[in-house]
């Protein structure tokens, strides 16, 4: 029973778990964030309910790209949103009859073509440091669905599954 | 080695010392913090609640806020309301807990407070969490408080739009 529990060499198998604790520390802690998303805005690649990782560091050697999901920090970290990113700094975002039209012309989503969709909104001009998110599930109505432009400092990481 | 064990001891004793005089003595941070937690669980309610708890709870949500106080909070559906009295907040609770019908959980998380350089007033940055029993919705509020009488006081509430 003593070898089952603590192996051949107790002294060693002490050594593997403190190591495995450290690292699952290390790597939970500080670069991926386990999330439970809740909510339908994301539907349907991401339902409510499932679970998934947010990697931190994901955006230390290049800045965050069109189309990536990523989740935006509120007042800390506990509560984070989960969009995806359709507009970058310095362009004008507007919808037109569900249509995202970047700078005037319409954006390719092919996340987005089995949903019906009838957003409409003024063209917005992004500031240097600010993104346009918004979640997938466009046939909610707008004003059911958070999303808008957030600065860069909020953004947490990049979703990884 | 009774070296070894004294210096521990009095460590502990030490460490024990500090926390005992911050659970006496809590810090105005604290403070803060322990009010906004009770805001929550009184802005919280049951299905089914009994009219005098409901009455109760409502009055006692009003004791948090200064007599003069701002409160902003927008609904999910851009609706904004305004609210400038203790009764007017008593009242309001008192109707959305009747309309709402459910149960309703808010938790207050991420809280940042941030104390005035004369610690007389505070702004308290946190984000709400709101469950009941199909849905679960998540807000930003900014807080203002100040001190009147020795009580941290609501003098202004206001939901913050997450995205712009």
New interface residues.
Partial sequence: MRTLLFGRNPKWTLIRIAVLVTVCGLVFGFVLLPIRI??ISMLPAYPNGSLNLVNRLAYLRHEPQRGDVVS?Q??????L?MKRIIGLPGETVAFVDGRVLINGKILKEPYEENLACDWNSPPVTLAGDEYY?VGDNRSMPP??H?????KRIYIVGKVLL | MKILFRLILLAVVVAAGVWLWTVLFPGPENVIRHRLAEIARLASFNANENPLAALGGAQKLAGFCSPTLQVKLAA???VEHTFESREEIAQSDLAARAAFGGTLRVEF????VTLAPDQQSAVA???A?MQSSSD?N?Q?IKFTLKKIDGQWLVTRAETI????
């Fill in positions: 809740t909510g935006i509120l007042t800390g970290p506990h509560v949103f998110f004003e059911d958070e999303h808008g432009v957030k | 999910p559906t851009n998380v991420d809280v940042v940055d946190l984000t969490r679960l998540v930003e739009r997450t995205f712009s």
